[in-house]
């Protein structure tokens, strides 16, 4: 599953308990009719991923739904739900961190040393 949209909000990263359980958040407010502003959380080593982004950047982010179930001291079970985030790409033009820059396709010299006799196996 993918969210898109704009960053609105980059949390800080957390560090929780004693195995150092790393968490950040990052905010995204969705362009459509009725904008929603979807909290994604990313974990461990994915909370480096956030490091190269900009509030107001336009973003697509992998997600994953996640949900637990908890069963209090008292017995009453509650279930929770998060949006955990696995990937994300910057969806500015050029601007997609790790993109090579590829030159546009007219920026490229013609082949001059075709061969029509050559042997082709393709059917069309």
């Known amino acids: 599953m993918e969210v898109q949209g704009k960053i609105k909000l980059i949390g800080d990263t957390k560090t929780f308990g004693n195995n150092g359980f790393r968490k950040r958040e990052v905010v995204v407010t969705t362009e459509e009719q009725y904008p929603q502003h979807i909290m994604v959380e990313f974990v461990q080593d994915?909370?480096?991923?956030?490091?190269?982004?900009?509030?107001?950047q336009p973003v697509k982010i992998g997600i994953n739904l996640r949900g637990r179930e908890w069963v209090s001291p008292q017995g009453e079970t509650k279930y929770f739900n998060s949006i955990q985030g696995w990937r994300i790409e910057n969806l500015a033009a050029g601007n997609t961190p790790g993109e090579q820059n590829v030159p546009p396709p007219d920026n490229f010299e013609p082949a001059n040393d075709l061969n029509d006799e050559d042997y082709d196996d393709l059917p069309f």
């Open 46 to 56: 994915k909370t480096d991923l956030l490091d190269s982004y900009k509030v107001g």
